[in-house]
């Protein structure tokens, strides 16, 4: 598994953005994917998360109604789409990847053992 995150970069307020993660291994179907960040002097909190199949998604409250996980099996990758962007979304945003997750343990960072290398996303007020 080898994950390649894309799609980050400055935005304002009120604004939307897509960020990408890429599989470039032949597991990914196989694969629950979830995008985690972390903003400075903070600690990396789950975001959303997405089943290998069923079409299952989590998402944290803060983000709820704002952000969309979407996973594109043909294409290997997963995108979250970021809409209505505020200054506190500002983070490194980073893709996981693991399998055969229990749901009590999608939004655990530690329940993934693949991650990718982290894309920046800054939202100005």
């Known amino acids: 598994v080898q994950l390649q995150a894309s799609g980050g970069g400055l935005v304002q307020a009120g604004g939307s953005l897509r960020l990408s993660c890429a599989d470039s291994?032949?597991?990914?179907?196989?694969?629950?994917m979830a995008w985690f960040r972390q903003a400075p002097g903070k600690e990396r909190e789950f975001v959303a998360a997405?089943?290998?199949?069923?079409?299952?998604?989590y998402y944290s409250d803060p983000v709820k109604g704002q952000f969309i996980i979407s996973r594109d099996g043909a294409k290997n990758k997963v995108d979250l789409q970021m809409n209505s962007l505020k200054p506190e979304d500002t983070a490194v945003y980073y893709c996981a990847a693991g399998s055969s997750l229990i749901t009590s343990s999608m939004g655990s960072g530690d329940a993934y053992p693949y991650w990718g290398q982290g894309t920046q996303v800054t939202v100005s007020s």
């Open positions: 997405t089943r290998r199949y069923g079409g299952h998604t």
């Open positions: 291994g032949r597991t990914f179907s196989r694969l629950d």
